[in-house]
């Protein structure tokens, strides 16, 4: 059974920067992409960012790249979002998410097979 479990959020002023983590319960967590997706209340999910399953290539949505970067430690399991410059409008539930075998790296949530719990950001203007 796989499983994701976010860690990270909280409550964080406008300007202020979070680090976000998700630990992944699987021994083949190096052999697959992974991605970070968002839902604010009212709203649909939105990609944030995708690594693929050796770090070297990532995309991001055009919305956050200046500000959020993903990354990963295959030796902990571990993926992360680096968030800076954070807005109000961050304000959302964060999720992590392991990416389809065998499929290029995508911002479709559709590609994403198991997803983590969530965490959540709130960021007070």
């Known amino acids: 059974q796989v499983q994701l479990v976010e860690s990270g959020g909280g409550l964080v002023q406008a300007g202020g920067s979070v680090r976000l983590s998700c630990v992944a319960s699987i021994g083949t967590f190096n052999q697959y992409g992974m991605g970070w997706f968002r839902q604010a209340p009212g709203k649909e999910r939105e990609f944030l960012a995708a690594i693929s399953w050796s770090g070297d290539s990532t995309i991001n949505a055009d919305s956050n790249k200046d500000r959020f970067t993903i990354s990963r430690d295959n030796a902990k399991n571990t993926l992360y979002l680096q968030m800076n410059s954070l807005k109000p409008e961050d304000t959302a539930v964060y999720y992590c998410?392991?990416?389809?075998?065998?499929?290029?790296?995508?911002?479709?949530?559709?590609?994403?097979?198991?997803w983590g719990q969530g965490t959540q950001v709130t960021v007070s203007s």
């Open positions: 998410a392991r990416k389809k075998v065998g499929l290029p790296l995508a911002s479709d949530s559709s590609d994403y097979d198991y």
